[in-house]
């Protein structure tokens, strides 16, 4: 088995990259956090990849198609893009929430494709999302866990660590705070 030695960030979409609207099913809906773009960018010149993992359950409901979502995430890269940030990769899970499957958040099996996939140290590597389960997920696989919740999110989130077993390893109040504490990390 090759060595797993290049690290990670993997990002939730709805609620961390873009704002969460339920079941997104146009491209034209995506609309980007503030500071997302500029925190890729950042991470992206210091040597360290993207990957984008999230639960994608409106396929399994019918709101939308598999070709449907390669279209939406196909505009954010653009989005990105045209703000110099890039995504290495992006992994999502089709199923309904308690399917069993071994790849809907907070299960780590997207994070089990990506690493056997990029050749990635899980051990070294980050999660940012705007819900436990990104933590939990995280932390399944010795990975670090930051949330960092969308903005006018906060009392849901803070009800939500309180409700769980899990902490998140740091709290960021943007995306840009995020990616700062982790290259901080990273250096020190």
Not at 22 to 40: K, Q, R
Not at 81 to 89: N, P, S, T, V, Y
Not at 162 to 170: A, I
């Amino acid at each position: 088995m090759p060595q797993k030695d290049r690290i990670a960030v993997f990002v939730d979409r709805d609620g961390t990259i873009c704002f969460d609207k339920h079941y997104m099913s146009d491209p034209s809906g995506l609309e980007l956090i503030p500071t997302v773009a500029e925190g890729m960018k950042k991470l992206n010149d210091a040597g360290i990849s993207v990957v984008v993992v999230t639960n994608q359950s409106g396929i399994a409901r019918g709101y939308f198609t598999e070709d449907r979502l390669k279209d939406i995430h196909e505009h954010m890269r653009m989005t990105l893009e045209a703000k110099g940030a890039r995504i290495l990769d992006i992994f999502h899970c089709p199923h309904m929430p308690n399917s069993g499957c071994a790849c809907r958040k907070p299960a780590p099996g997207l994070l089990y494709q990506a690493s056997e996939k990029h050749s990635i140290d899980l051990k070294e590597s980050f999660v940012i999302g705007d819900r436990m389960m990104d933590i939990e997920m995280a932390h399944a696989v010795g990975a670090t866990g930051i949330l960092a919740p969308e903005p006018g999110d906060q009392y849901n989130v803070a009800k939500e660590i309180r409700e769980s077993k899990d902490r998140p390893d740091f709290i960021a109040k943007s995306f840009l705070e995020a990616v700062d504490w982790i290259l901080a990390k990273i250096r020190s």
